[in-house]
């Protein structure tokens, strides 16, 4: 998998956007970026993966430079429900399961 | 869909004891793997199965340590014997293709 980076923390108002960057400048041309979070005390969650293309779905948006070199995940209203680790991982999926989650960005959503 | 269902959800027992812990899958999915995690390493995966398959053990800490899968619908990883470096919270996994979808996770405790 290619090295990510990530902020350490951020925090973010309730009822706004929140944007995580996270950086993958040694991405390959078949990996996809993958989002995952995971709140405290639980298991972690699949959000989103995209590979060139933007993608949106129920939960998140995920912004993805046209070089692939950065994405950016998108909470579009984030609630105090959000509040969690969000690790952002480049893998090339089906065959290459090893995932590897590093320390990820806590992000805190306060009222 | 109930997601993954782990068993038990905490575990306490006494050094040397035997510990066993249960999966079910996401009925349609054909990946299943098991991580740990701790504050020390993080979230580490111990083995992955495809199709009930073992197809990489090699994050199995030591021999101590064993994981089945005797059909698409359940697997268990087994600790014997249990040493208190191994508690830690177990997370099973399943995955249709690229996204892996977690369950609550066993945290065990090694006393």
């Known amino acids: 998998d290619a090295k990510t980076t990530q902020p350490t923390s951020m925090d973010c108002a309730e009822g706004r956007a929140a944007n995580l960057p996270c950086n993958h400048s040694?991405?390959?041309?078949?990996?996809?970026v993958y989002w995952y979070r995971q709140i405290h005390s639980q298991g972690p969650q699949y959000i989103i993966h995209g590979l060139k293309n933007n993608e949106t779905n129920e939960m998140a948006s995920l912004i993805i430079t046209e070089d692939r070199k950065s994405s950016t995940l998108i909470l579009p209203h984030a609630t105090l429900r959000d509040t969690a680790v969000y690790y952002c991982?480049?893998?090339?999926?089906?065959?290459?399961?090893?995932?590897?989650f590093g320390k990820g960005t806590l992000l805190t959503v306060n009222p | 869909d109930a997601g993954v269902i782990q068993s038990p959800r905490h575990e306490v027992t006494e050094m040397g004891q035997e510990v066993t812990l249960r999966c079910k899958p996401i009925s349609g999915h054909n990946s299943l793997f098991w991580y740990r995690q701790t504050m020390m390493r993080g979230l580490e995966l111990l083995i992955y199965f495809n199709n009930n398959v073992p197809i990489d053990d090699s994050g199995m800490p030591e021999d101590r340590f064993s994981a089945k899968m005797p059909n698409a619908s359940f697997s268990t990883l087994k600790i014997q014997p249990s040493e208190p470096r191994d508690s830690a919270v177990y997370f099973c996994?399943?995955?249709?293709?690229?996204?892996?979808?977690f369950g609550p996770g066993t945290r065990l405790t090694v006393t």
């Open positions: 996994a399943s995955s249709p293709a690229y996204e892996q979808y």
């Open positions: 040694t991405i390959s041309g078949n990996e996809y």
């Open positions: 991982i480049a893998n090339s999926g089906g065959s290459n399961y090893k995932l590897t």
